[in-house]
């Protein structure tokens, strides 16, 4: 899988946390022809009888329309979606990039399914996003190992012929 790094508009509502909410959200972006891929929904913590969905991307007249009648509007947090094959370490070391200059994220959500990861990245600000980007790049074209200590080589054992 080739790695991608794009920045992505989040769209964001409010709804009652009850059984159902989050399918009377989706169903009319089904109906419309919405093709997402992500999808986020969590209980407000201050007040659990309210929650929060944020879904991407919203594109076309059609699609939009029907984020717009449930609510869904674009949420003004820059995001990057970043995807490509997992690694060992991945994730400590963009985050270790990142913080190293000083940019704070307000959130991130990964996984790994197989052998490839995605994560989504949330900033403070689109300056924010727009340098995390090209560090997220710079970590991910970096030669394997050379974000690592380096590491005493294992003398191999010699083996006698019989």
Request: hydrophobic share 45%; with cysteine; charged share 25%.
């Amino acid at each position: 899988m080739a790695t991608t790094i794009r920045k992505v508009q989040l769209w964001k509502c409010e709804v009652e946390n009850r059984p159902g909410a989050l399918d009377s959200v989706l169903a009319p972006l089904a109906e419309a022809g919405a093709d997402l891929s992500i999808v986020f929904g969590w209980v407000n913590p201050a007040d659990p009888r309210r929650a929060t969905i944020e879904v991407a991307p919203i594109k076309g007249k059609k699609v939009t329309a029907a984020a717009q009648s449930v609510g869904l509007a674009p949420d003004d947090v820059p995001v990057l979606v970043v995807e490509g094959l997992n690694r060992p370490g991945l994730g400590h070391q963009l985050a270790e990039a990142i913080a190293a200059k000083g940019i704070n994220m307000s959130f991130v959500v990964a996984q790994v399914v197989g052998r490839n990861y995605s994560a989504v990245f949330g900033f403070q600000s689109a300056d924010d996003v727009t340098k995390a980007g090209r560090i997220i790049k710079s970590v991910l074209t970096a030669r394997k190992g050379t974000n690592r200590k380096a590491r005493p080589r294992k003398k191999k054992k010699a083996v006698a012929a019989r």
